[in-house]
C-alpha cells in the first residue's frame, strides 16, 4: 500500500498469525460493513532475538519492507524502538514506562511535529487481573494514546483464542506507520 493511501486510514485491523517461530502479524483496512478488508501490511518478529526487531512489509510475500521498528539496546526493561521507513529513515520512537507500567501498561510515542503521545491501559482492574493472574492473560484491553489532554489513536485488544486488534485514529497528523508499529510492538512487547 502506498503511503498516501495508508495514511488515509481512520481504522485497521491487527491480527497475530499462529506460527511457531516467528510472531506474524496483518494489519488490514477495515470494510464499510465494518469487515476485514484489503491487506494493509504484513508484520514479522523473530522469537528469542537478543535484541527487539520487527520488519513491516506491505504484504505476506515479504519482498517489500513497509517500515520496521528496533530496540536501541538488548534486554532493556524500558527499551526505546525507532520507527523507520524502508530506507531507514526516522518515523518516530516508541518506549515502555517501566516504572508507571508495573500496575498499569504505560507507553510514550514520539513522532517530529507532534507532542508527545503517552498511551495507557484504560481499565486499572483489567491491568491488574493480567499482572496478578496468569491464567487470565488472555483478557483483552484497551489502550488509549492522548496528547495533552486529547485523543490521538486507541487500540483495542478482542475477545478470542488469537491476539486481535481493532485501532482507531483521532488525530489526522499522526503517521499511520508509527501507529501499526506501536500496535504490533503492543502484542509483541506487551509481556516484557
Known amino acids: ?38 491487506l494493509l501490511a504484513f508484520a514479522q518478529q523473530k522469537r ?12 505476506d510475500s515479504k519482498q517489500y519492507p513497509l517500515l520496521g521498528f528496533k530496540a536501541r539496546q538488548r534486554l532493556d526493561l524500558g527499551a526505546t524502538y525507532d520507527v523507520t521507513d524502508h530506507a531507514g529513515n526516522p518515523i518516530g520512537l516508541f518506549r515502555k514506562d517501566f516504572a508507571q507500567s508495573l500496575l ?27 499482572r496478578f493472574v496468569d491464567s487470565l492473560s488472555w483478557l483483552p484491553y484497551h489502550f488509549d494514546f492522548v496528547a495533552g489532554g486529547q485523543p490521538v489513536f486507541s ?14 485514529i ?8 508509527l501507529v501499526i508499529a506501536m500496535a504490533v510492538g503492543l502484542d509483541a ?3 516484557r
Open 155 to 168: 487500540v483495542i485488544k478482542k475477545w478470542g483464542l488469537r491476539d486481535r486488534y481493532v485501532v482507531e
Open 189 to 191: 512487547l506487551q509481556g
Open 1 to 38: 500500500m502506498q503511503p498516501d493511501s495508508l495514511q488515509s486510514q481512520q481504522q485497521f485491523f491487527v491480527r497475530q498469525r499462529i506460527r511457531m517461530m516467528v510472531n506474524q502479524y496483518e494489519v488490514r483496512a477495515v470494510n464499510p460493513d465494518g469487515t476485514e478488508g484489503a
Open 104 to 130: 498499569r501498561s504505560t507507553w510514550h510515542v514520539e513522532q517530529s511535529g507532534l507532542p508527545q503521545i503517552t498511551g495507557q491501559e484504560r481499565s486499572m482492574p483489567v491491568a491488574l487481573l493480567r
Open 48 to 59: 528469542l532475538a537478543f535484541k527487539e526487531q520487527v520488519t513491516i512489509y506491505t504484504d
Open 170 to 177: 483521532q488525530q489526522p497528523q499522526i503517521d499511520r506507520r
